[in-house]
């Protein structure tokens, strides 16, 4: 066996990550180099990193701990802190999906299977390829994590290794299942699957060598009980908390669910107009086909070696976790929003751990297919028969895995980044905040009233030089207060200046009706067609111009 034949897995995988990273750098230039406000967030945490503050959540949301705050200040202190290097660790986070998602699909399944994983990770549906990019909240870094506590979980089983190897394995477990219990409790789709096992096959194991687990869960997950043991165990009450669905809203959550969570996952938002019926069907089939596949072929055992089996019955139990916990759980309420925004696919979009896996062992089970022949022929027309057999499988499996990265492919090239990569809560934020920073520079003016979803991109941008605040969000829609220092200063400035979204030709704005009744003078200047800002001659409280500041679109 040569060296390429002893490593085709590796460069399979490294091929793999190369074509995902290259789409995906594809979409971040096309875009700007675009971040939502819930990324601006992220990234003004991670300034304070830098300048010595620590926090374990993201503030005002003590069920989502604030790792990419960590991730990022390294690379802005070596790099600059700014949309380019942001993106680099969302490329980083996206490579270590692909790799992830080829080893556990390769321990499992194979070498084939593995390397074939990577690569429909690499080239993913488009509303994977944009959430692979998104810093939201441990989104991806779940999916990477819950992919190594599988992988983690099968080495603890299997008990091949000496007992040092073995207590390392131990270690690795724990300390990955900490960290995913601090960052976000969407682990528990990989926590469910990884226990079951541990009680299934693994007691033996885990009944020698707990403890160096229960020490390395304990590191990992430290944050959390610091923060919770001096916060009255804030965490719990708010991920615990809730009412129970009614009825109707369980019908209106599983009607959302077919008609769109199912679909948005396999292919993008429908506004991105990426996939119509005639792609959407095939790729519908194919993708969900496989998680079937992922369902049955554990019971099957001559079908795969007896190596993986413990990940094999994971993944399947992964696929059946995933819709249960959502659909019990408070995240699928989000499907109730009245605004008709996608607030549910960030709790689900941890199939695609499963999805490219399930298509790959789709592939593999239609390629492996045979013809058993006519006992009556002789040998060698069995023989041709069986090559036959084989050549059109091998087409079949081909041609879906083709179809499916050419469908995903076709899907990269059409959507828009510009509009892919805004927030689904917000869709008024400019491609550029450049003429605003320069108009603010300009003016001497250093702090705003603005929308939340501009603000947090401008206060970073800026790297806080200008402040933002904003009075609708906090004092009457009742938001959460990201950076009360932000807002203090805001109140505190000696001028008051507003930046509001307006519409192109717009005459009269809300805000400068409500500032023309005051009385008070002020400097209109339009930003550019679909910005305007207002300089009040001094201070102004904003509550005298409030039913002019709001979501007027």
């Not at 299942?177 to 007691?203: D, N, S």
């Not at 992922?294 to 089996?309: H, V, Y």
Request: glycine content about 8%; charged content about 15%; overall charge neutral.
């Amino acid at each position: 066996m040569n060296r390429i034949d002893r490593h085709r897995f590796e460069i399979a995988l490294g091929g793999a990550v190369v074509i995902g990273l290259a789409i995906r750098l594809m979409l971040i230039i096309r875009s700007g180099w675009r971040i939502d406000y819930d990324e601006a967030m992220i990234g003004l945490l991670g300034l304070r990193v830098m300048r010595g503050e620590w926090m374990a959540f993201i503030p005002a949301q003590p069920t989502l701990g604030a790792i990419e705050a960590y991730l990022l200040a390294p690379v802005f202190a070596l790099l600059g802190a700014n949309a380019v290097t942001f993106r680099l660790v969302s490329l980083a986070l996206s490579a270590a999906y692909i790799a992830s998602t080829g080893v556990l699909a390769r321990r499992a399944y194979g070498d084939k299977a593995g390397g074939l994983a990577a690569l429909l990770a690499g080239i993913a549906p488009p509303y994977m390829l944009i959430s692979s990019l998104r810093t939201w909240g441990a989104t991806i870094e779940t999916i990477i994590l819950g992919n190594l506590l599988l992988i983690a979980t099968a080495n603890v089983i299997e008990e091949k290794a000496g007992r040092a190897v073995r207590a390392i394995d131990l270690m690795l477990m724990g300390l990955i299942a900490g960290v995913m219990f601090w960052i976000a409790w969407l682990g528990a789709y990989y926590f469910i699957p990884a226990a079951l096992l541990l009680v299934w096959q693994g007691r033996r194991a885990l009944m020698k060598g707990w403890w160096p687990a229960a020490i390395a869960f304990l590191a990992g997950s430290l944050p959390f009980w610091l923060f919770n043991l001096r916060h009255n165990f804030a965490t719990f009450s708010t991920a615990l908390g809730g009412t129970p669905l009614t009825g109707e809203e369980w019908r209106a959550i599983l009607s959302h669910a077919w008609v769109d969570l199912l679909p948005r996952l396999v292919s993008g938002n429908p506004g991105w107009q990426v996939s119509g019926p005639c792609a959407l069907v095939p790729l519908l089939v194919l993708y969900y086909s496989g998680l079937l596949c992922l369902l049955i072929w554990p019971l099957i055992r001559s079908a795969f070696p007896q190596r993986g089996s413990s990940l094999r019955r994971m993944l399947a139990i992964f696929v059946l976790t995933v819709p249960i916990l959502y659909l019990f759980s408070g995240y699928s309420r989000n499907a109730l929003n009245q605004w008709g925004v996608d607030a549910t696919s960030r709790y689900v979009v941890m199939l695609h751990t499963a999805l490219p896996i399930g298509l790959a062992v789709l592939a593999s089970a239609v390629s492996r297919w045979r013809s058993n022949g006519n006992r009556s022929m002789d040998t060698a027309a069995e023989s041709i028969l069986s090559r036959m057999g084989s050549f059109f499988t091998r087409g079949i499996a081909a041609s879906m895995v083709l179809l499916v990265i050419g469908l995903n492919m076709l899907g990269a090239i059409r959507v828009d980044p510009v509009v892919a990569f805004d927030s689904p809560y917000y869709d008024r934020l400019p491609v550029s905040l450049d003429p605003l920073i320069r108009v603010l520079d300009e003016q001497g003016i250093t702090h705003v009233w603005i929308d939340t979803p501009i603000g947090h991109v401008l206060m970073f941008e800026t790297r806080e030089r200008i402040l933002a605040a904003d009075y609708y969000d906090l004092y009457i829609a009742e938001g959460l207060i990201r950076f009360p220092d932000a807002l203090a200063a805001v109140q505190a400035a000696p001028q008051t200046a507003f930046v509001v979204p307006i519409m192109a030709g717009q005459i009269d704005p809300p805000l400068q009706r409500a500032l023309d009744a005051t009385g008070v003078s002020y400097t209109a200047i339009e930003v550019t067609p679909t910005l305007m800002l207002y300089i009040a001659d001094g201070q102004l409280d904003p509550a005298a111009v409030a039913q002019g500041i709001g979501y007027q679109y």
